[in-house]
């Protein structure tokens, strides 16, 4: 079993930078896509930024150029760097990471959310 335990939201004023973390622990052979998904009340979740284990990055159309995804693969932690933050980036995000146990097991897993509001 793998969990991701994320950290780093909070309240921050319309323009300032917040930094997510989310640290993977468990028992894996290699841990392939890691990324953030984020989800406001009343609305779906959608992705926000994902990083290949050979540090290929993408994003949504809506935080490129403000956000920036990272990883560091010897402490199985990703992170995500927001700055530039506006109210319609508030959300509970999630980290997620997919997750090789063997040559043909390979699962995704969740973080439990971390909540991100942008108020003045």
């Known amino acids: 079993q793998v969990q991701l335990v994320e950290s780093g939201g909070g309240l921050v004023q319309p323009g300032g930078s917040l930094r997510l973390s989310c640290a993977a622990s468990?028992?894996?052979?290699?841990?392939?896509?890691m990324g953030w998904f984020r989800q406001a009340p009343g609305k779906e979740r959608e992705l926000v930024a994902t990083?290949?284990?050979?540090?290929?990055?993408n994003y949504a159309d809506s935080v490129k150029g403000r956000f920036t995804i990272s990883r560091d693969n010897a402490k199985n932690t990703e992170y995500l760097q927001m700055n530039s933050l506006k109210p319609e980036d508030t959300a509970m995000y999630f980290c997620?990471?997919?997750?090789?146990?063997?040559?043909?097991?390979?699962?995704?897993?969740w973080g439990q959310g971390t909540q991100v509001t942008v108020s003045s």
């Open positions: 468990g028992t894996f052979f290699s841990i392939n896509f």
């Open positions: 990083i290949t284990s050979g540090g290929i990055t």
């Open positions: 997620n990471a997919v997750v090789r146990h063997s040559n043909i097991d390979q699962r995704v897993y």
